[in-house]
């Protein structure tokens, strides 16, 4: 989904700046963004820390220019004369939140921790990492509500193209930084998505290199772009298709282990976790019935 905003951001932004936006402009921005997404995920963690220093102070800097032009754009009255919305609307976008923010996280939160030193503090490694990785996402989308609040064409344009309809607000000398901070914060996203995914290959059992595990994630981004670029009508409902595919299995699964966190007295066992001869054995049945269960009631 990183990748496929990023291509029809690019698109947009094009058309905007009145170069050619079509098919060749989305084709060339795909294979761009899934090179460099790819290629860092297959050279691994070293490359993907060197680019994830220079996308964060590039992105936060561009960003807050973003938000001083675009403040002038906020209409409060508009805004505070909307009418409320339903419980059930409430709750309903509530979840649409933590799904596309926690649960699209939550597979990958060991990455957050793997690589500091063994006598962190818990409360520090969590506190630290929730505070940072929700401080720039609240901001965010409180400016977005209230640019999406200010004009009913924009809050239309948002489903068919979230990031693209952002930059319809901007002076045209801002367009290229705007696709630039566009372009290296999603690719800063998908960049730490696929290194996860290729461990998670290979932690399920692929007897692939991780590179090739990588390079085959890569393929599965490619193609489902291709899908959601060239032949949905609109962004949004793939992507609600896709929370909803993934955010309930993914949800159930963070339940039982949460669950088994809970209850369990002790540290794991760890050299036992990789022997299947040991206390865990290979396959525990009851966990992967309560995932089905879980998933089939979601």
Same mark, same amino acid.
């Given at each position: 989904?990183?990748?496929?905003?990023?291509?029809?951001?690019?698109?947009?932004?094009?058309?905007?700046? #009145?170069?050619?936006? &079509?098919?060749? /402009?989305?084709v060339? %921005? =795909?294979?761009? !963004?899934?090179? @460099? *997404?790819? $290629? +860092?995920?297959?050279?691994?963690?070293?490359?993907?820390?060197?680019?994830?220093?220079?996308?964060?102070?590039?992105?936060?800097?561009?960003?807050?220019?973003?938000?001083?032009?675009?403040?002038?754009?906020i209409?409060?009255?508009?805004?505070?004369?909307?009418p409320?919305?339903?419980?059930?609307?409430?709750?309903?976008?509530?979840?649409?939140?933590?799904?596309?923010?926690?649960?699209?996280?939550?597979?990958?939160?060991?990455?957050?921790?793997?690589?500091?030193?063994?006598?962190?503090?818990? #409360?520090?490694?969590? &506190?630290?990492? /929730?505070?940072?990785g %929700? =401080?720039?996402? !609240?901001?965010? @989308? *409180?400016? $977005? +509500?209230l640019?999406?609040g200010?004009?009913?064409?924009?809050?239309?344009?948002i489903?068919?193209?979230?990031?693209?309809?952002?930059?319809?607000?901007?002076?045209?000398?801002?367009?290229?930084?705007?696709?630039?901070?566009?372009?290296?914060?999603?690719?800063?996203?998908?960049?730490?998505?696929?290194?996860?995914?290729?461990?998670?290959?290979?932690?399920?059992?692929?007897?692939?290199?991780?590179?090739?595990?990588?390079?085959?994630?890569?393929?599965?981004?490619?193609?489902?772009?291709?899908?959601?670029?060239?032949?949905?009508?609109?962004?949004?409902?793939?992507?609600?298709?896709?929370?909803?595919? @993934?955010?309930?299995?993914?949800?159930?699964?963070?339940?039982?282990?949460?669950?088994?966190?809970?209850?369990?007295?002790?540290?794991?066992?760890?050299?036992?976790?990789?022997?299947?001869?040991?206390?865990?054995?290979?396959?525990?049945?009851?966990?992967?019935?309560?995932?089905?269960?879980?998933?089939?009631?979601?």
């Amino acid at each position: 989904m990183l990748v496929s905003l990023a291509t029809l951001a690019t698109s947009t932004v094009f058309t905007q700046l #009145g170069w050619s936006g &079509g098919t060749a /402009t989305k084709v060339v %921005a =795909l294979l761009v !963004v899934a090179a @460099l *997404v790819v $290629g +860092g995920g297959v050279l691994g963690f070293d490359l993907i820390i060197r680019m994830q220093t220079v996308i964060t102070i590039v992105t936060g800097v561009l960003t807050v220019v973003y938000l001083g032009l675009v403040a002038a754009e906020i209409d409060w009255s508009a805004v505070t004369s909307a009418p409320s919305g339903s419980a059930a609307v409430f709750i309903g976008a509530l979840i649409f939140v933590m799904t596309g923010y926690g649960f699209g996280w939550v597979n990958a939160a060991a990455d957050y921790s793997r690589y500091l030193p063994r006598q962190s503090s818990t #409360g520090g490694v969590v &506190g630290w990492t /929730t505070f940072g990785g %929700a =401080l720039a996402p !609240v901001i965010l @989308l *409180v400016a $977005g +509500g209230l640019l999406a609040g200010s004009d009913p064409e924009l809050s239309a344009n948002i489903g068919l193209d979230p990031i693209g309809a952002l930059g319809t607000l901007l002076p045209t000398w801002f367009l290229v930084p705007f696709i630039v901070v566009v372009l290296l914060g999603l690719i800063g996203g998908a960049l730490l998505d696929i290194y996860s995914s290729g461990l998670s290959l290979l932690a399920a059992g692929l007897r692939v290199p991780r590179p090739v595990a990588a390079s085959i994630d890569g393929t599965l981004m490619v193609l489902g772009t291709i899908a959601v670029v060239f032949f949905a009508d609109s962004f949004i409902g793939p992507f609600q298709g896709f929370l909803i595919t @993934l955010g309930v299995p993914i949800a159930a699964w963070c339940g039982i282990f949460l669950g088994d966190l809970a209850l369990r007295r002790g540290d794991y066992a760890e050299p036992e976790l990789y022997d299947s001869r040991g206390r865990y054995g290979s396959v525990q049945p009851v966990p992967l019935v309560l995932l089905a269960a879980g998933t089939l009631l979601g």
